[in-house]
């Protein structure tokens, strides 16, 4: 029987408390998305690890991405790492072997995201003047008298002299 994504992200629980959709794995944190996908490996069909992105739910916009890769977080043995290409039917037999070991992949993914768990939303200062017509206004001022056609045109702008 072939092991789908969803079991292996069952397994590998990189993002915990997260939802196993599709070909990746879904977590919220905050207002920002995280998800989890199994990195292509050097061979068709193989993994070489996670790759973690982070999105900002409100603008969509990513704030960033790592890949961790198994053998790096000894998530699989050492032995087989040179010998093994990770694909989902053999992080399975790793699993019922008791040989996949996901805890510290788990934990370096927990803590790169709370590198980003702490930020604060971004603040855009507004500015608190500006120029319309060659006129300096406030925006509070600039919102509540719009120029009018009238106004525009009533100082014509000087020829310019080189």
Known sequence: MAVDHATVFNLLAPLPGGVAVGHQQ??????LIVTA?????THFGTYSGIRVRIVRH?????????TFDFESHRTIPPRTSGQMHPTLDN??????????????MRQAITQYLAVFADSPPAQ???P????????ADTVQAALTNPPTATSATASPAKPRTR
């Not at 879904?26 to 207002?31: C, E, K, T, W």
């Not at 409100?58 to 790592?66: A, F, I, K, R, Y």
Request: glycine fraction near 12%; hydrophobic fraction near 25%; proline fraction near 4%.
């Open 26 to 31: 879904l977590a919220r944190r905050g207002d």
């Open 124 to 126: 855009v200062k507004a």
């Open 91 to 104: 992080l399975d037999q790793l699993h019922k072997s008791e040989h996949l070991h996901p805890e510290p």
């Open 37 to 41: 996908e199994l990195a292509n490996g």
């Open 128 to 135: 608190s003047r500006v120029r319309i017509n060659g006129r």
């Open 58 to 66: 409100d603008t969509g916009s990513e704030l960033g991405s790592n």
